[in-house]
């Protein structure tokens, strides 16, 4: 959520504004340690999976570089027409989110955001008050449920992008019998949405967020980052022609198996420098 206000805040003469943003649930139980999502202890507990989850981001990282190398630069994938529009539809909303950025795109940001924070609520089995709160300045839902799924999902479901292949499905299912379209537009669209995913998460994340905050910095940037990375391996390995998800689980059990190993002899490479 964008510039949302701490809930308690009381101005001089004025009521106290109603609390925005996922931190300011309300929820119904209470007393329970993970039902609270700033409990101390649980802040504790999440930092250390956040330290057990750093090895997990750099072997993906390493893992979606593979894939990268090999079936996109090696297999000439770049060279797609797919690739290409795909490119070209991030490119523009690069452009677009650099020169251009204006409230309008905040407010569907904002829309993306809560509307991805109701559909994790729904996973997850919880009720959520209806219509969302939505505006330019910030939004937020009220729901009674709450976990680090919901409140991180914003950062890593790409509300735009399934709504575009959705939206590509039902066109085609319409137009069947009469047109047949290109499929490389559906590949401009995905990168435009992504892009736009990409760059709001990265702009937010960068700025006090009460999503992030209620799970621990660390935790939340770990998850945020291998779930991110994992969406771009399953784009690519749907995408590509020659990459393959038995391909990408090879690379990533070689990398996980090597990970220890090769941080002992990079630990061992930097103690001789001192």
């Excluded at 939004?139 to 950062?155: A, D, E, V, W």
């Excluded at 319409?174 to 992504?194: C, E, K, Q, R, S």
């Amino acid at each position: 959520m964008a510039r949302r206000t701490k809930s308690g805040n009381r101005s001089k003469g004025r009521k106290p504004q109603p609390p925005q943003g996922l931190a300011a649930f309300v929820t119904r139980t209470a007393g329970n340690l993970f039902s609270d999502p700033w409990s101390p202890a649980l802040l504790r507990l999440k930092f250390v999976i956040g330290l057990f989850l750093l090895p997990l981001c750099w072997i993906l990282f390493e893992t979606f570089v593979v894939l990268l190398q090999a079936d996109t630069l090696a297999a000439a994938y770049w060279r797609t027409r797919e690739f290409a529009f795909f490119g070209l539809g991030g490119a523009l909303w690069l452009v677009l989110f650099i020169f251009a950025r204006c409230r309008a795109m905040l407010y569907l940001y904002v829309a993306g955001h809560e509307w991805t924070h109701a559909i994790f609520v729904w996973l997850c089995r919880g009720d959520v008050e209806f219509p969302p709160r939505i505006s330019a300045d910030g939004g937020y839902i009220i729901t009674n449920r709450t976990n680090f799924l919901i409140s991180l999902s914003p950062y890593f479901f790409p509300f735009y992008s399934v709504l575009a292949v959705i939206g590509w499905i039902i066109f085609r299912w319409v137009v069947a019998d009469h047109l047949h379209p290109d499929p490389v537009w559906l590949y401009a669209m995905i990168g435009f949405t992504w892009m736009f995913h990409l760059s709001f998460t990265v702009w937010m994340v960068c700025r006090k967020q009460s999503d992030v905050d209620q799970n621990g910095r660390l935790f939340s940037f770990a998850v945020i980052f291998a779930a991110n990375v994992l969406l771009l391996c399953g784009m690519l390995i749907v995408a590509s022609p020659t990459a393959s998800f038995r391909g990408f689980f090879s690379s990533f059990w070689e990398n996980l198996c090597t990970f220890l190993p090769r941080f002992v002899e990079t630990g061992v490479e930097v103690s001789r420098w001192f």
